[in-house]
């Protein structure tokens, strides 16, 4: 599948929130897309066969954040990677749970290490640190603390 | 084999650690002149005789309390029975010390899978702060007399991952620790090492 293939498929009227479809390496595709239409570019992708979503990540640019969804295709055998950027200082994007409710999990990372915050998640909680954290500690303001530092804030109930 | 001694004591006890080996031999200070608390292992039919005579003497001289300590400090120290649970790649170790090379049941070292049944915590791994209050309900729920022997580095001090934002520096800083064993991980005979240690500590317990 190539990029010229996948734009071709994509329903018209995504064009709005589509910012490109490129090549990139190691993926069929990279579809850059405005997070206000997260949701229905994600039912696009999804039924063009992708339905496995394999990986969300966050990615800390300093002056804004950037959110990729890696999704794989059984029919193509072919992965596509995801990107939508989020403002740093409103780092939001709605939730992928209705179309692949593997992004649960996912997302729970990706809230509690890079801090974007996913709408309308059915569950975000903490998952890898405990309730109550009060750092995104792979964020690159976040500082490497003392322990005993890290402890008094860290203390849970 | 001539290694050194992988497992320390904590510092209030820094004079003994040298010796530690040597003690088993040695009468200790202040343990009342029991025969039969001096042996370590007695044949069955043997043995209620022996308790019988000398627990009926000493009761006469003594009185009961005076009794109690030494006898409770000898069964305890011949049958420890640690939380059978693991956190990271020392429990690899923890395992392989029950295993028929190093037997850790020699030493009355049986793991039991609930923590009321256990007297002794070995905690080996990697302690995050995700599983500290965890780590303590499994403290609480052990019962007294219980000890706690932090195994290999990341439970001593954090290890390498000191600084993680995840990771508590010792387990120190969530249940009082015993006996420390370094090693990354530490062998299992650094383990029994530790567990012969602990015994000597049990050993001189008064209280």
């Known amino acids: 599948m190539k990029p010229e293939d996948l734009a071709r498929s994509l329903p018209p009227v995504l064009a709005p929130v589509l910012l490109g479809v490129e090549a990139f390496p190691g993926f069929a595709a990279r579809v850059r897309f405005r997070r206000e239409g997260a949701l229905d570019v994600f039912r696009a992708i999804h039924d063009l066969g992708f339905t496995h979503l394999a990986m969300i990540g966050g990615i800390d640019w300093v002056d804004h954040r950037e959110v990729i969804y890696t999704v794989w295709s059984d029919e193509a055998r072919t992965y596509l990677l995801l990107s939508t950027d989020v403002p740093a200082d409103d780092p939001r994007v709605e939730s992928a749970v209705p179309v692949w409710p593997s992004a649960n999990w996912h997302e729970r990372e990706a809230w509690e290490l890079v801090g974007i915050t996913f709408d309308h998640h059915p569950d ?8 109550g954290y009060a750092f995104h500690p792979l964020l690159r303001s976040f500082k490497i603390h003392e322990p005993e530092e890290l402890e008094v804030k860290t203390r849970h109930v | ?80 029975f ?120 049990i050993r001189e317990r008064k209280e």
Request: some cysteine; charged content about 20%.
């Open chain 2, 1 to 80: 084999m001539t290694a050194t001694p992988a497992a320390v004591a904590p510092p209030k006890n820094a004079s003994k650690v040298e010796s530690h080996r040597a003690d088993a031999e040695l009468p200790m200070a202040g343990e009342p002149a029991v025969p039969f608390l001096e042996i370590e292992a007695l044949r069955a039919r043997e043995f209620i005789p022996a308790a019988k005579e000398a627990l009926t003497d000493l009761i006469a001289e003594q009185g009961q309390s005076k009794l109690i300590r030494p006898v409770f400090n000898w069964a305890g120290r011949n049958s420890l």
């Open chain 2, 82 to 201: 640690p939380l059978h649970w693991g956190l990271a790649c020392c429990a690899i170790e923890f395992a392989a010390a029950f295993g028929a090379r190093w037997d850790a049941e020699r030493f009355g070292v049986v793991p039991r899978s609930s923590p009321r049944q256990s007297d002794l915590m070995i905690v080996n791994g990697t302690v995050t702060w995700k599983v500290a209050h965890k780590l303590i309900t499994l403290y609480e729920q052990m019962p007294e007399p219980k000890w706690v022997i932090a195994m290999g580095n990341c439970a001593t001090g954090g290890g390498p991952f000191r600084t993680a934002y995840s990771v508590v520096p010792g387990v120190d800083k969530l249940v009082p620790v015993d006996v420390y064993i370094a090693g990354c991980p530490p062998r299992p005979e650094a383990m029994l090492d530790g567990i012969l240690l602990l015994e000597t500590l």
């Open chain 1, 124 to 131: 975000l909680r903490h998952l890898l640190t405990p309730d």
